[in-house]
């Protein structure tokens, strides 16, 4: 994990906004800075997309108590496991 990788994740979940109206109401968000960094402490390269998308479906849902749309969590995993996985 390196600040590249948790910006370009900042920028995926804020284009998917998983929160959606929600996201007003936290004064704190900031990008989704702390849940791109806390996907990524649990990922490293050996996890499959199906991994990767368990792990975002679990700290987004542990961070604003809602349920994530599993296709676009395992959308969001694809993207996260080519990032990761590429030279």
Do not use: C
Not at 33 to 50: C, G, P, Q, R
Not at 67 to 75: A, I
């Amino acid at each position: 994990m390196n600040k590249k990788h948790i910006e370009r994740l900042k920028d995926i979940l804020s284009e998917w906004n998983p929160l959606g109206d929600m996201a007003n109401q936290i004064s704190d968000l900031e990008n989704y800075e702390i849940e791109a960094t806390d996907i990524l402490f649990h990922i490293n390269k050996k996890n499959s997309v199906e991994q990767i998308s368990k792990i975002i479906k679990t700290v987004l849902e542990q961070a604003f108590d809602i349920d994530v749309n599993k296709e676009k969590s395992l959308e969001v995993a694809h993207k996260i496991h080519l990032m990761i996985n590429e030279k």
